[in-house]
């Protein structure tokens, strides 16, 4: 089997030229503001790709650009002052962050109703009870695909390879929700995974998001001959973006995202629509 390739940046696309249009409704352009610690290249890329899309989708877009020696403290109060800031839509923190920042401190003090990334334990605390009005991208991103090309994972079995609180967890509880999109049965995989392959040559879904080629890769016979291939992951190798697959899944997956060109710039549009999300609900 030759997997039938899913376009994200068409998905991608679609998506921003309606929030697009949704968005001039609104008496203000919404804006993002993205906090930037440090200056590592990949995060400046993923910051100017983002500032692009809100172009894009004529929304402003503000950078807060940080010290790498910023202390937590002096972090928490830059989101304090974009939370205190009505003109602001929605504030997103590029992560990673500098080891010595305690993460969750600075991320725990965002507005709920700015948080478009839904990394808030109020908002993680909502999309558990399905009652979230901002849900994060990726596992949104991931759903969107799927649902765009009628792949529904209701009734299937899926394995996801990642345990992350951004990715696999809200995900996992995405997939299990009771309607059409959901209904899934869902193994969560990681590093520890006993018979790890079993797991994912037996789902009829895999969604693999790791990122770490050195370490891992998704190959052709881990999965089964017509699974449903999603892959978030994704590194640099020799110069070359690359996807947690290999090219032979593409030999054996009935449908596949390419890397690049799949869930990346789906979840960057989300991020948009998460922006237009927030922007209408602090105008109610
Ligand atoms: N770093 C890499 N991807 C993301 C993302 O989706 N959100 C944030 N805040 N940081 C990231």
């Known amino acids: 089997m030759t997997a039938y390739m899913l376009d994200g940046t068409k998905i991608a696309r679609d998506i921003k030229s309606d929030v697009a249009t949704q968005a001039k409704e609104l008496e203000h352009a919404p804006q993002l503001a993205v906090i930037l610690v440090g200056d590592d290249p990949a995060s400046?890329?993923?910051v100017q790709k983002k500032q692009e899309a809100c172009d894009e989708c004529g929304f402003e877009s503000f950078v807060c650009y940080v010290s790498a020696i910023a202390t937590t403290e002096a972090l928490i109060d830059v989101v304090h002052r974009l939370n205190n800031n009505p003109e602001i839509s929605g504030i997103l923190v590029q992560l990673p962050l500098p080891s010595h920042i305690d993460k969750f401190a600075v991320l725990n003090e965002i507005d709920p109703a700015k948080?478009?990334?839904?990394?808030?334990?109020?908002?993680?605390?909502?999309l558990a009870q399905n009652r979230a009005i901002l849900e994060p991208c990726t596992p949104q991103a991931v759903i969107e695909i799927l649902k765009r090309y009628n792949l529904s994972p209701a009734g299937k079995r899926v394995a996801i390879v990642n345990r992350s609180l951004v990715v696999g967890q809200p995900l996992a509880t995405m997939l299990m929700r009771e309607n059409e999109w959901g209904n899934a049965t869902v193994t969560v995989c990681h590093d520890?995974?006993?018979?790890?392959?079993?797991?994912?040559?037996?789902?009829?879904?895999v969604i693999t998001a790791v990122g770490k080629p050195d370490v891992y890769r998704l190959r052709g016979n881990m999965i089964r001959?017509?699974?449903?291939?999603?892959?978030?992951?994704i590194s640099r190798m020799n110069g070359k973006i690359i996807g947690d697959a290999t090219e032979d899944v593409a030999d054996f997956a009935s449908y596949l995202t390419p890397c690049p060109g799949g869930v990346g710039p789906v979840t960057c549009a989300i991020l948009m629509r998460n922006t237009l999300i927030a922007a209408r609900s602090q105008l109610e």
């Open 115 to 126: 948080d478009v990334d839904c990394f808030t334990p109020t908002n993680l605390g909502l």
């Open 225 to 233: 001959g017509d699974a449903v291939v999603i892959d978030v992951g």
């Open 192 to 205: 520890r995974t006993e018979n790890f392959q079993y797991h994912t040559a037996n789902a009829d879904f």
């Open 44 to 46: 400046k890329i993923y």
